[in-house]
Nanobody, 115 residues
Framework: QVDLVESGGGLVQAGGSLRLSCAAS????????MGWYRQAPEKPRELVAT???????NYADSVKGRFTISRDNSKNTVYLQMNSLKTEDTAVYYC?????????WGQGTQVTVSS
């Protein structure tokens, strides 16, 4: 069992920055990849970024050059630094942790970017 707690969402103006954090607890040694997904109203959940235990990173094209994912294995925490935010980044952001055989999800944190 893995529990994920996200923090750092909020309201920001377009062009601003936010940093999301996700702390994992439980059977953390079983976690391989961690990452972030997001879901805007009336849209499907989509990948934002993932990072493997060894540091291999994958970004959605829409956030490349603006968002940075990082991971502190000593703190069992994954971060998402979001810069140059756009109104289309508005969504609920979910942290995820991949284990075998389950994927775990956090409760989500709202990010709202105003124009």
């Amino acid at each position: 069992q893995v529990d994920l707690v996200e923090s750092g969402g909020g309201l920001v103006q377009a062009g601003g920055s936010l940093r999301l954090s996700c702390a994992a607890s439980g059977t953390i040694d079983s976690i391989s990849t961690m990452g972030w997904y997001r879901q805007a109203p009336e849209k499907p959940r989509e990948l934002v970024a993932t990072i493997s235990r060894g540091g291999i990173i994958n970004y959605a094209d829409s956030v490349k050059g603006r968002f940075t994912i990082s991971r502190d294995n000593s703190k069992n925490t994954v971060y998402l630094q979001m810069n140059s935010l756009k109104t289309e980044d508005t969504a609920v952001y979910y942290c995820t942790a991949k284990t075998v055989p389950y994927d775990y999800w956090g409760q989500g944190t709202q990010v709202t970017v105003s124009s």
